[in-house]
């Protein structure tokens, strides 16, 4: 009985010890000024496999003189390869996350760059 429940909170404590990124639904964040314009980007991921996610994003651009704004949504995939989540959104454009670093960069026009913040939202 007590080699059962030794076992039993090993295994719990490996599953609460998982990264956000190892679970089933994952978030991304970061904000970036650039100039007068603050740039914000969200990136909400569900999984569809071992190291593949389907990706929906927001990325918004706020002038910071006027408070005019605007936002570009995308959708796309995400796939997990050497130390990288690479991200394709489709015409919005390219983002790759730094797993180590927690940085995010990419081509995606009106998208923030940077150090992201990543929750499960729980």
Known sequence: ?????TLAAILAAGSAAAGPIDQPRWHAGTTERRGHDE?????????TGAGQWAVSARCE????RTGRW?????T???VRS???????????GRLALNE???EI????KGCAEGIIDVGTGD
């Open 82 to 92: 050497m130390g990288l989540v690479l991200i394709d959104l489709g015409r919005l």
């Open 61 to 64: 651009t706020r002038d910071t």
């Open 105 to 108: 960069f990419g081509t995606a």
């Open 76 to 78: 796309g995939a995400a």
């Open 70 to 74: 605007r936002a570009k949504t995308g």
């Open 1 to 5: 009985m007590r080699t059962f429940l």
């Open 100 to 102: 180590r670093s927690q």
């Open 39 to 47: 740039l914000t980007t969200s990136l909400a991921f569900e999984r």
